[in-house]
């Protein structure tokens, strides 16, 4: 197979870059650019730009406004798709085009694509190029959650904290509002407007009766576009006149249970709007795997998991988290027990530590916030 140019570098960074524009809009489906070009010039651009919406191929054939394509190459971040969903298939809008020349920098690993609209092209005298490793690691990373989710049928798990500098996430009153500052307090609305669905335990749930909805500055998030609220709730503890519960008939309400709850509570909640589901397994991990195994089921393909530490832990062990983001406060808290971030078993040898793929830090406001990407999908 031919290799990539490097004008099909430049092009297809291009469409990386185009493909970052969805983010936020187009949910459980892959943020994808794309570039149509022919002899180094640009003909058009285009963008996966919201859910349901037109594929970022068409978007960029479109933009080439009936021009004729004959010798164009179009570049695009992910594997084109060949299937029938909201949209018709992009192989069809390319080849009816006329493009006679593809380059690619990732594939698209759900089992309805996997190389199956590349196979299309190049049955139709369609030439295939795909890019080498940098480039093709960069539009992997574009779409962690929808890689995961392809591939497991779980959500990409992001765990968020706010930590003191004496490294503890509550004081020994349970208090932690607010560890971190206001910019990265902001940060973390970005990010609940971003995924699919916001994690608690019903201890958070109780102490700071959290609304737990996305309000970033500057760019309101419609109730359509707020996240789903989870609460891991094993005995459906949780009042109904927290305002969790009280906003269900607004923004999408989880409740996750397991077989020891009373029918009266489940029911309590159900009648209040929120949805309840029945985590199986023996041990907290155990019901972690069973309750995002349905959520991901449910079409979740990315959660925000705020802790806190009891809930945070039974992630860890159930291996279910897949990058940290934790904001490091200018504060210390004492206090013997005061909260640690993680709880849960851990482990009890250093060589079995869970160690960072990536570990990048910057500054946000008065705090640090280290990124530390665990997994790779
Ligand atoms: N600084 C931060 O970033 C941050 C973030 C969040 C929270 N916090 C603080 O952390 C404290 C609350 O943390 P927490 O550890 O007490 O409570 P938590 O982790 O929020 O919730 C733990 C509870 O969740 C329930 N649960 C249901 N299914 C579970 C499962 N599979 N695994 C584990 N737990 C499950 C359990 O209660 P049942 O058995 O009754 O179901 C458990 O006691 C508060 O003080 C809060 O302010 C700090």
């Not at 179009?74 to 060949?82: A, D, G, I, K, R």
């Not at 925000?304 to 039974?314: F, K, S, Y």
Request: contains cysteine.
């Amino acid at each position: 197979m031919a290799s990539a140019t490097d004008t099909d570098r430049v092009h297809l960074r291009r469409a990386i870059e185009l493909a970052e524009r969805g983010r936020g809009r187009v949910r459980s489906n892959p943020l994808v650019g794309a570039v149509v070009a022919r002899d180094g010039e640009v003909l058009g651009e285009g963008w996966h730009e919201r859910f349901g919406g037109p594929h970022a191929e068409v978007n960029a054939i479109a933009a080439c406004a009936g021009g004729d394509l004959t010798g164009a190459t179009l570049y695009v971040s992910l594997e084109p798709c060949c299937h029938e969903g909201k949209t018709p298939p992009c192989t069809d809008a390319i080849l009816q085009a006329g493009i006679g020349r593809v380059v690619i920098a990732s594939d698209d690993p759900t089992e309805k694509a996997s190389g199956r609209g590349l196979g299309i092209l190049r049955d139709e005298g369609v030439e295939i190029v795909i890019a080498d490793d940098g480039l093709e690691g960069m539009a992997r990373m574009l779409n962690q959650p929808f890689r995961k989710h392809a591939r497991t049928g779980r959500p990409w798990v992001l765990l968020k904290l706010a930590m003191s500098l004496d490294g503890k996430v509550a004081t020994q009153a349970g208090d932690s509002q607010w560890i971190s500052g206001e910019e990265s307090r902001m940060r973390a609305h970005r990010w609940r407007a971003d995924l699919d669905a916001v994690i608690v335990g019903v201890g958070t749930a109780m102490a700071d009766d959290p609304e737990l909805t996305a309000r970033p500055e500057g760019a309101p998030v419609t109730s359509e576009q707020q996240p789903r609220r989870v609460v891991f709730d094993s005995l459906a503890r949780l009042s109904t006149t927290s305002r969790l519960v009280a906003s269900a008939g607004e923004v999408p309400l989880t409740v996750v249970v397991s077989r020891a709850a009373a029918r009266a509570d489940t029911d309590a909640l159900q009648a209040a709007g929120a949805q309840v589901l029945v985590a199986t397994g023996e041990n907290e991990p155990a019901r972690v795997c069973s309750a995002v195994d349905q959520l991901g089921a449910m079409g979740i393909t990315s959660a925000l998991l705020e802790g806190g530490p009891r809930l945070a832990g039974a992630f860890l062990d159930a291996g279910e988290i897949d990058e940290v983001r934790l904001f490091l406060a200018p504060i210390l808290l004492g206090g013997r027990t005061a909260r640690d971030p993680l709880e849960g078993q851990g482990v009890e040898l250093i060589a079995d530590a869970q160690r960072a793929l990536s570990f990048d830090w910057e500054r946000v406001g008065d705090d640090l916030l280290i990124s530390a990407r665990l997994r790779e999908w």
